[in-house]
């Protein structure tokens, strides 16, 4: 048995009317501090979620990120919308003229197409078919990723070729 165990079961059987102390105050001041830290980042992220954005001109949007194969062939299909506000960059790790479709797409996009940091195409209003095939698009040049928004976003939060791009992560 411990020297604590000790003490407590001593206490117990003399019947001693002395309060028992488990901790000294070294450790409840660090139990103290500990709890602090834990709510007071608890709360800092709840105010500043780790959420990827993207910086392109002085517009601030957030990101879903389409990493793996299945994430990239998916993308937003089967989706009723995307969230005001937020698109879904698709990073790739060479450039191409990378084809997209709007295979099981509910809602038209815009595409920005991006590469070496900066918008080098943009596709506005992409519908969901043209005629009775499913739509696809293309930039005009070789890029390294792509930004799918709502169609309408690259007019609303005045996007252009040429804008510089930053990827936010913190």
Partial sequence: ???????VVSALLSGADEPLVFMNK?????GITV???ILFTFGYYIRNPLIPKIKIGDTILYLELAITAKKKEIGLGGRDSLQDGWGMLFPYDHKESYQFWMKGMKFPLDFVWIADKKVVDISENIPLLTGSEITT??????????LELNAGDVKKYNINIGDPVVIITK
């Avoid at 048995?1 to 003490?7: E, H, L």
């Fill in 1 to 7: 048995m411990n020297k604590g165990a000790q003490r």
């Fill in 26 to 30: 070294t450790q409840i001041i660090i």
């Fill in 35 to 37: 709890v602090v830290l």
């Fill in 137 to 146: 698009v293309k930039p005009k040049v070789p890029v390294d990723q792509i």
